[in-house]
């Protein structure tokens, strides 16, 4: 179990620890502050520190970290940062593609690769799943070692085990 939303201290991730997480997601305390990464994966371990990163496509084939759900760029390259919160720490990293996220129109499989060969900690994709064969791809094409989706699955559009089928067809571990 991981939670995300409204960490900004060791402090307050111990507290979510402690009350059952198994990990930990920072998004904007981590751009707020780079060295609480560095500081909860050395009291808690990496492996309990995941890093959202929301990128947002610049139009030039770079992508920026946006903070506060999206609606504030911070002015950092997405795949700097993710090598910057990696080497920091970061046990994992949620990449989500704010561009996709809610469309359906699948994961951006170009900025998952890019990250995914940028750096040597998991990456979790995010972001825009329509279907059981965009999680493929996400995997496949765009380097995921990990894929999320929301909507797909609170509206029933499909079903988990679709996904998981889907996966296992092409091959993936389930």
Same mark, same amino acid.
């Given at each position: ?7 900004? #201290? ?13 990990? %930990?997601?920072?998004? @904007? *305390? *981590?751009? /707020?502050? +780079? =060295?609480? %990464?560095?500081?909860? =994966?050395?009291?808690? &371990? ?12 610049? &139009?030039? !084939?770079?992508?920026?970290?946006? %903070? ?9 390259? *997405? ?6 919160? =990696? ?8 990449? @989500? ?5 809610? @469309? ?17 900690? +998991?990456?979790?994709?995010? !972001? !825009? *799943?329509?279907? +059981? ?8 094409? !765009? ?15 499909? /079903?988990?085990?679709?996904?998981? #089928? ?6 993936? +571990? %389930?």
């Amino acid at each position: 179990l991981t939670v995300g939303g409204g960490v900004r #201290t060791v402090d307050e991730m111990r507290d979510v620890l402690r009350a059952g997480a198994d990990k %930990v997601s920072l998004n @904007t *305390a *981590a751009v /707020a502050e +780079p =060295a609480l %990464v560095t500081a909860c =994966a050395r009291r808690f &371990g990496s492996q309990a520190v995941v890093v959202a990163i929301d990128a947002l496509a610049t &139009g030039d !084939g770079a992508w920026d970290v946006v %903070v506060k759900g999206g609606r504030e760029r911070t002015g950092l390259d *997405a795949l700097a940062w993710a090598r910057q919160v =990696a080497a920091m720490g970061a046990g994992e990293l949620l990449v @989500t593609s704010i561009d996709r996220d809610g @469309t359906q129109s699948g994961y951006d499989t170009r900025l998952l690769r890019a990250i995914s060969d940028s750096v040597t900690v +998991p990456v979790i994709a995010s !972001g !825009g *799943a329509a279907g +059981p064969e965009d999680f493929v791809a996400a995997v496949r094409d !765009g380097g995921a070692d990990a894929v999320l989706a929301a909507s797909i699955f609170h509206r029933r559009i499909h /079903a988990i085990a679709d996904v998981k #089928t889907a996966m296992a067809a092409a091959g993936l +571990p %389930v």
